[in-house]
C-alpha cells in the first residue's frame, strides 16, 4: 500500500485540526530565538543595575534620574517605531498590516483601580 496522502484523501484529524496545532508543534524550537534574547537582555539589565533594589529606591525618592532615563529613553524609541511600522507599511508574516488599534477609555475605572 501507498501512502494515503498520495492518493488525494486527507485524513480527517488534519482536516479538524486547526493550522495552529501544526504550529504549536514547533513553538519550542521557534520560541529559541526570544528565550536567548531574554537573557541577554536580563544581563544588560543587570549589569546596568536597573533591576538593582537601590536604584529603583532612588527612582521612587526622585534622587536619580537613571531609571527616568531608561524608562523615557524605551517610551521614545516604542513611539518611533510605531511611526515607522505606520509610515512604510510594513506586514507581518502572514501579509496582514501591522496596525495598533485605539484604545477605548469608556470611564477609565480598569486603569486607576
Not at 3 to 16: H, K, R, T
Not at 23 to 28: C, K, L, N
Request: charged share 15%; hydrophobic share 50%.
Amino acid at each position: 500500500m501507498g501512502n494515503p496522502l498520495d492518493s488525494g484523501a486527507v485524513p480527517a484529524a488534519v482536516i479538524a485540526a486547526p493550522s495552529s496545532v501544526a504550529a504549536g508543534q514547533r513553538t519550542v524550537i521557534s520560541l529559541l530565538p526570544y528565550f536567548v534574547l531574554g537573557i541577554g537582555l536580563g544581563l544588560i539589565f543587570m549589569k546596568a543595575e536597573l533591576i538593582s533594589w537601590f536604584r529603583i529606591q532612588e527612582m521612587f525618592r526622585f534622587q536619580a534620574f537613571h531609571l527616568y532615563g531608561v524608562l523615557g529613553s524605551a517610551a521614545g524609541v516604542a513611539a518611533l517605531s510605531v511611526a515607522l511600522l505606520r509610515r512604510f507599511g510594513v506586514r507581518t508574516f502572514d501579509g496582514e498590516p501591522v496596525r495598533v488599534d485605539a484604545k477605548t477609555m469608556g470611564k477609565g475605572t480598569r486603569y486607576w483601580a
